[in-house]
């Protein structure tokens, strides 16, 4: 038999109430009495204090490609586990991704360059809005001048405005870790490429930090015990960036790592 209490887990505060509805729709219609939400940072704390024996408050930091969501709880111990409070914001990893590709690779189809205008770009960046993206496709750039032409034709084609913000988050990936990192975009122009360095990253996750550095500070201000622990989880959390602001607003506090995903 199939329960009829189920526990669905979500993203966070960023997530809205009308995708709760579909949910609660959804799982009416399959016949479920009863479903409580929990939220995906409260799913990670939860986790993580069942796994712990001392009781103290933890602050979970849940990095995503398109969310930040941040959950402080007591947790720990022989207690119940007991969520204070969370908080989210709808900026992730991608965000960091979308800004290399404009800063870095955009460049190479005339962004900054005559008098194009620049939000054909973030249209061609914004893979994840098909809105934007059939903007962008549906543009005619015969009447630009070369090499930008064939390039800006080139990136409508197949799936190539995707390729290439795959290329953005690889370059990403990669100067996380190293001094300077190139991607090859042959399949737009042969022998075409770029380049960039770790203060090319630094400056397309700027936006992104600024709105994590928020979060964290509105955390920082709120009527509760400040956390003993701090749970790094989420694909984007691996990103040594993130722990550094986190460490910047919690200097001291002992920092742990969840599932990156």
Request: hydrophobic share 45%; with cysteine.
């Amino acid at each position: 038999h199939w329960p009829k209490t189920y526990l669905v887990q979500v993203e966070g505060e960023a997530g809205d109430e009308q995708a709760l509805a579909i949910l609660r729709d959804a799982a009416s219609a399959a016949g479920f009495h009863h479903v409580d939400f929990l939220y995906e940072p409260e799913a990670a704390a939860l986790d993580y204090h069942q796994r712990s024996r001392d009781r103290h408050v933890v602050l979970v930091v849940d990095i995503g490609g398109g969310t930040c969501d941040l959950c402080l709880a007591q947790a720990g111990g022989r207690e119940a586990f007991a969520p204070l409070m969370s908080w989210g914001d709808a900026t992730g990893g991608g965000d960091v991704d979308y800004w290399l590709n404009l800063l870095r690779f955009m460049g190479h189809f005339g962004r900054n360059v005559g008098a194009f205008p620049n939000h054909i770009y973030s249209e061609a960046a914004m893979v994840s809005d098909v809105v934007r993206q059939a903007a962008f496709k549906a543009y005619d750039f015969r009447d630009h001048e070369p090499p930008y032409r064939d390039r800006l034709v080139a990136l409508q084609a197949d799936a190539n405005t995707v390729r290439v913000a795959r290329a953005a988050e690889v370059l990403k990936i990669h100067l996380s870790s190293r001094p300077e990192g190139a991607a090859p975009l042959d399949y737009i122009e042969a022998g075409l490429g770029v380049t960039a360095a770790q203060a090319d990253l630094a400056a397309a996750s700027s936006f992104f930090l600024a709105r994590l550095d928020r979060l964290l500070e509105t955390v920082q201000g709120a009527p509760f015990p400040q956390p003993g622990r701090i749970l790094l989880t989420g694909g984007g959390s691996s990103a040594p960036y993130v722990a550094q602001a986190v460490a910047a607003r919690y200097p001291g506090v002992e920092i742990v790592r969840g599932e990156p995903s």
